[in-house]
């Protein structure tokens, strides 16, 4: 699988994984900041919550982790979660803003 592919790969994982408050998947609300691609296929994401306080962190995370995990060729995954910069609204897709009626 090329860089690209495993990318993409990823991608979709994370569009598997929802804010059980918020019906819209982490990735078009914006809590993922990046993707890195290491040696070896060790995978790095750095993500956020909506809020510091999330009651569901742990869970998100830890579902996160076991998705890119399940990914034939990732050998290793590492969540970073960080609250720098802080989430807000507009990191959201234009598609999860109309959906949750913030257009």
Not at 40 to 51: E, F, Q, Y
């Amino acid at each position: 699988m090329s860089e690209a592919e495993l990318r993409e790969e990823i991608i979709a994982q994370l569009k598997t994984v929802y804010d059980p408050e918020i019906p819209v998947n982490i990735w078009e609300l914006g809590l993922v900041y990046a993707i890195k691609i290491k040696e070896d296929n060790r995978i790095g994401i750095d993500m956020t919550l909506t809020a510091p306080g999330c009651p569901v962190a742990g869970d998100i995370i830890r579902e996160v982790d076991e998705k890119i995990r399940n990914i034939e060729s990732v050998s290793e995954v590492d969540v970073h979660l960080t609250f720098d910069p802080p989430w807000t609204k507009e990191m959201m897709s234009e598609e999860a803003r109309l959906e949750l009626g913030f257009l």
